[in-house]
């Protein structure tokens, strides 16, 4: 398939996990990518790699306002125009409510909910000016259920799908859509330091949270970053135009909300 032949696709935290797998999946089907990530080194890796595709590599803290929109600028100055977003950067913290830090809790909401929101409204002018976009938000099936330890990360990935339902009623008429891709248990590097943190924890042994967490799942096994990004693709391209301020699981049946 190429459905983004000439299309131009932001992704920041492109530099690695899922965002480089959204990478590799937007350019094998001929768009143009702008790898956005707080780490130019990876970011340029991902961009030298992604083949016969243009692509560019982009220094962006999602965190920063001025820092989005300049990203944004430098596409626009490259490119003239940005067909598709995906918000995908994030940070995880967990912790109980009474050992966790204000500095972690701010982390994760500045990263997580407020750097979506800043991608967003960075964005937004340039698609409504087109008449045409897609936004795609990385956010968890944390945002439609809790466990204990994960105050920050279900408040900011909740916030997200929120962020998301307006950003849809607002840019709709713009013939701009905005949905939320709600990830479940995947083989992460994110996935993985959450094994080795609980494993240590527990004094089990390397990789045993993350079999538990599969064999939990009624797939009995988790996802992949290749999974995940084919779900993004598809929100992104014109087959799902008329879907909108939607907030789709890819859990393999875990919640099943």
């Not at 799908?161 to 992460?188: F, K, M, W």
Request: charged residues 20%; aromatic residues 6%.
């Amino acid at each position: 398939m190429q459905r983004f032949v000439d299309k131009v696709v932001v992704i920041t935290g492109g530099g690695k996990g899922i965002g480089k797998a959204c990478v590799e999946r937007f350019a094998s089907e001929g768009a143009r990518v702008a790898v956005l990530d707080i780490s130019m080194a990876d970011a340029q890796s991902v961009s030298d790699s992604a083949g016969e595709a243009e692509s560019m590599a982009v220094f962006c803290n999602v965190a920063d306002h001025e820092c989005v929109h300049d990203s944004i600028r430098q596409v626009i100055q490259r490119w003239g125009r940005v067909d598709v977003l995906v918000a995908n950067a994030g940070v995880y913290r967990g912790a109980p409510l009474t050992d966790d830090h204000l500095k972690e809790w701010q982390l994760v909401l500045d990263v997580d909910l407020t750097g979506t929101y800043l991608s967003c409204h960075a964005v937004a002018p340039v698609m409504m000016a087109q008449n045409s976009g897609s936004i795609v938000v990385m956010s968890s099936m944390a945002g439609k259920t809790s466990w204990s330890g994960t105050a920050s990360y279900s408040a900011a990935k909740t916030g997200g799908i929120g962020l998301v339902r307006s950003v849809a009623q607002e840019l709709g008429p713009y013939n701009v859509n905005c949905n939320a891709v709600c990830l479940g248990h995947a083989d992460t590097e994110m996935m993985r330091a959450v094994d080795a943190r609980v494993c240590a924890e527990k004094g089990w042994e390397p990789g045993s949270y993350m079999h538990e967490l599969a064999d939990s799942n009624p797939m009995k096994r988790l996802g992949t970053i290749e999974e995940t990004a084919a779900l993004v693709a598809f929100l992104a391209s014109d087959e799902a135009r008329y879907i909108n301020g939607q907030a789709i699981e890819i859990d393999g049946g875990r919640i099943m909300s």
